[in-house]
């Protein structure tokens, strides 16, 4: 057995999307590895033009578990700037949607691996930040 973990260190902005000020930028994603499914859903980090900022700690890990030989991690990261309003104080309830969607689509792929872009899909993410 391999203990795996998966950090996040910094992001760089090159070129910010809005020319009125800082990029929102945040990662929403999910790996799946051995028994462990880790949903991903970082919390913007505010960036502008040439700066490179670190991940809040809370954020950093992606995956850490314990892998069997032969096992690998399947998942998907997809990076968005915080341009609409999304409701944050959902957090908690947007983690377990996606945690939801991403053991579907790992299972119906079977254990010969899914497509990263089939994981998540922006319109699910959409109605995960819009339940009740």
Not at 12 to 18: L, R
Not at 61 to 69: E, I
Not at 103 to 121: D, K, N
Request: some cysteine; overall charge negative.
């Amino acid at each position: 057995m391999t203990r795996i973990r998966i950090e996040l260190i910094d992001v760089y902005c090159a070129d910010t999307e809005d020319i009125t000020g800082a990029d929102d930028f945040y990662l929403v994603g999910a790996l799946v590895g051995g028994d462990v499914t880790k949903a991903i859903l970082t919390r913007p980090i505010k960036i502008n033009d040439k700066q490179r900022k670190q991940f809040n700690p809370q954020d950093s890990v992606l995956f850490d578990g314990n892998l069997l030989p032969g096992q690998v991690i399947k998942g998907g990261l997809k990076a968005y700037d915080e341009d609409a309003g999304k409701d944050w104080s959902k957090y908690g309830d947007t983690i377990t949607a996606i945690s939801s969607m991403v053991s579907s689509a790992i299972s119906a792929a079977g254990p010969y691996g899914v497509l990263a872009g089939t994981i998540l899909q922006p319109q699910q993410l959409a109605l995960a930040f819009s339940q009740s």
